[in-house]
């Protein structure tokens, strides 16, 4: 007798994750802004630009959160990596001077487990909340074979709107302009292939206690979204350069905005290292150049301005609650980055 087959014996329950986006729809609906047309549920998302802006250009940013996803489903923590998720793609359109205005995620798995879902999405429903921006649309797919069981990978999709004349390129970052740095609230979402690495060659387990303080939590803190302290700050104080600090490091991220003509000096005495970096470079026994290729060691956000906006840029940054600090200064010099 002939096999009676359907998609849900095949592996995929179109209904499950019907199920959990219908439950949170009033949670994302709190990420709507006036100018969207149709959201969540349509075929598209639509978004009117409208009359607020004059010359508006569109900027657009693709990321993910990579291998710090084997570290929540290590622990069973879904909460943040949904933060994570939006903070990588908004953090990146920001650094051009643009405000993110609707943000789409594609989740896919090989079986979809209804509560990790529902926490992954919570978890981009507050990180779109944070930078004000639009939750759109996205796209869910259960893909049986593809992923073993219980593993997901997410993509992000930030798009924001900037003035023409607006935008912050880099190209009038000169020798003497001055380095803020924005302290990041740990790892982000960066290095986690090398982290899971010492830990499991130290057998130090994902959840162990160090030193009084959960390894746990350090390792899934969520990455900062700087789009609230920025954005008003670029109304007030001319901004010749942004970089946002994720894989690479200051060292290979701080570069792209420079001018060839222009080297950046950091001092690292200058930057708040959490914990959580040394940590890992002892027991793995990193070198120090390494670290600071891999990691961004306590710097999320690099500012450039004159001598004269330094004051100023921290006065401001501190109201909005932010940790800024002088990172150091452009010298004359091949592009790159020379710490002290």
Same mark, same amino acid.
Not at 226 to 245: D, F, N, T
């Given at each position: 007798? +002939?096999?009676?087959?359907?998609?849900?014996?095949?592996?995929?329950?179109?209904?499950?994750?019907?199920?959990?986006?219908?439950?949170?729809?009033?949670?994302?609906?709190?990420?709507?802004?006036?100018?969207?047309?149709?959201?969540?549920?349509?075929?598209?998302?639509?978004?009117?630009?409208?009359?607020?802006?004059?010359?508006?250009?569109?900027?657009?940013?693709?990321?993910?959160?990579?291998?710090?996803?084997?570290?929540?489903?290590?622990?069973?923590?879904?909460?943040?990596?949904?933060?994570?998720?939006?903070?990588?793609?908004?953090?990146?359109? +920001?650094?051009?001077?643009?405000?993110?205005?609707?943000?789409?995620?594609?989740?896919?798995?090989?079986?979809?487990?209804?509560?990790?879902?529902?926490?992954?999405?919570?978890?981009?429903?507050?990180?779109?909340?944070?930078?004000?921006?639009?939750?759109? &649309?996205?796209?869910?797919?259960?893909?049986?074979?593809?992923?073993?069981?219980?593993?997901?990978? $997410?993509?992000?999709?930030?798009?924001?709107?900037?003035?023409?004349?607006?935008?912050?390129?880099?190209?009038?970052?000169?020798? &003497?302009?001055?380095?803020?740095?924005?302290?990041?609230? &740990?790892?982000?979402?960066?290095?986690?292939?090398?982290?899971?690495?010492?830990?499991?060659?130290?057998?130090?387990?994902?959840?162990?206690?160090?030193?009084?303080?959960? +390894?746990?939590?350090?390792?899934?803190?969520?990455?900062?979204?700087?789009?609230?302290?920025?954005?008003?700050?670029?109304?007030?104080?001319?901004?010749?350069?942004?970089?946002?600090?994720?894989? &690479?490091?200051?060292?290979?991220?701080?570069?792209?905005? $420079?001018?060839?003509?222009?080297?950046?000096?950091?001092?690292?005495?200058?930057?708040?290292?959490?914990?959580?970096?040394?940590?890992?470079?002892?027991?793995?026994?990193?070198?120090?150049?390494?670290?600071?290729?891999?990691?961004?060691?306590?710097?999320?956000?690099?500012?450039?301005?004159?001598?004269?906006?330094?004051?100023?840029?921290?006065?401001?940054?501190?109201?909005?609650?932010?940790?800024?600090?002088?990172?150091?200064?452009?010298?004359?010099?091949?592009?790159?980055?020379?710490?002290?």
């Amino acid at each position: 007798m +002939l096999e009676r087959w359907d998609y849900k014996k095949a592996g995929v329950d179109i209904d499950r994750a019907t199920e959990v986006i219908g439950r949170l729809r009033q949670k994302a609906l709190k990420t709507i802004r006036p100018e969207v047309k149709e959201g969540i549920g349509g075929f598209a998302g639509i978004f009117q630009i409208g009359d607020r802006w004059r010359k508006p250009c569109l900027v657009a940013g693709s990321d993910g959160v990579g291998t710090k996803l084997k570290v929540a489903s290590r622990l069973c923590r879904h909460d943040t990596v949904g933060i994570d998720l939006v903070a990588m793609c908004v953090n990146d359109v +920001l650094c051009v001077g643009a405000e993110p205005i609707f943000f789409l995620d594609y989740f896919a798995c090989g079986r979809l487990e209804p509560s990790v879902f529902e926490a992954v999405l919570s978890g981009i429903i507050q990180g779109c909340e944070e930078a004000g921006c639009t939750l759109l &649309g996205g796209e869910t797919a259960e893909m049986p074979d593809m992923y073993p069981d219980g593993e997901y990978d $997410l993509a992000g999709f930030a798009v924001g709107i900037v003035e023409e004349g607006k935008i912050v390129d880099g190209k009038a970052i000169i020798p &003497g302009d001055v380095l803020i740095g924005l302290a990041s609230s &740990g790892l982000h979402s960066n290095g986690f292939s090398l982290v899971r690495k010492v830990l499991e060659y130290a057998r130090i387990p994902f959840d162990a206690e160090v030193e009084g303080k959960s +390894l746990a939590e350090e390792l899934l803190r969520p990455t900062r979204i700087y789009v609230q302290s920025i954005l008003p700050l670029l109304e007030k104080v001319r901004v010749k350069g942004m970089a946002h600090i994720t894989g &690479g490091g200051i060292m290979d991220n701080l570069p792209r905005i $420079l001018p060839g003509s222009c080297r950046a000096y950091v001092r690292k005495e200058a930057v708040p290292t959490p914990w959580i970096f040394r940590f890992i470079q002892e027991k793995g026994n990193i070198p120090e150049e390494e670290m600071w290729r891999v990691f961004n060691m306590g710097v999320g956000f690099v500012l450039v301005v004159s001598q004269e906006e330094v004051e100023a840029t921290l006065h401001l940054l501190a109201q909005c609650g932010e940790k800024a600090f002088v990172l150091g200064e452009v010298i004359p010099g091949e592009r790159g980055v020379t710490l002290g």
